[in-house]
C-alpha cells in the first residue's frame, strides 16, 4: 500500500492507524493489541510488544514474538484466535 508510512520505520500505534486510514480527525475506533485487519487496503497489521515483563504481563499474554531474520518475524496469536476464526485463516 502506498502512503506515508515507510518500511522499518519506527511509529507510535497512533500515527500506523492515522497512516493507514483506520483513524480520523472524526473517526477513531478502539484498537490496542492484536491483528488489525483493514480488508479495503488488504492489510493485516500484527501488533506487539517485544519486552515484557512477568511484572506488566500475565502468563497468558507472554506471547513468544520475535524477530527471525530481516524479513520473517514469529508471531504467536492470541490465545483467543483459532485456527478455523477468520483471523486465524488470512
Known amino acids: 500500500m502506498a502512503g506515508p508510512l515507510t518500511i522499518h520505520a519506527a511509529y507510535t500505534r497512533d500515527e500506523i492507524l492515522l497512516g493507514w486510514g483506520h483513524w480520523s480527525l472524526e473517526r477513531r475506533p478502539d484498537q490496542r493489541e492484536g491483528v488489525l485487519h483493514i480488508p479495503g487496503a488488504k492489510i493485516d497489521a500484527f501488533f506487539v510488544t517485544l519486552q515484557k515483563t512477568e511484572e506488566e ?34
Open 57 to 90: 504481563y500475565s502468563p497468558t499474554t507472554m506471547y513468544e514474538d520475535y524477530l527471525i531474520a530481516h524479513d520473517q518475524f514469529h508471531w504467536q496469536s492470541q490465545s483467543n484466535t483459532s485456527v478455523q476464526s477468520p483471523t486465524g485463516q488470512r
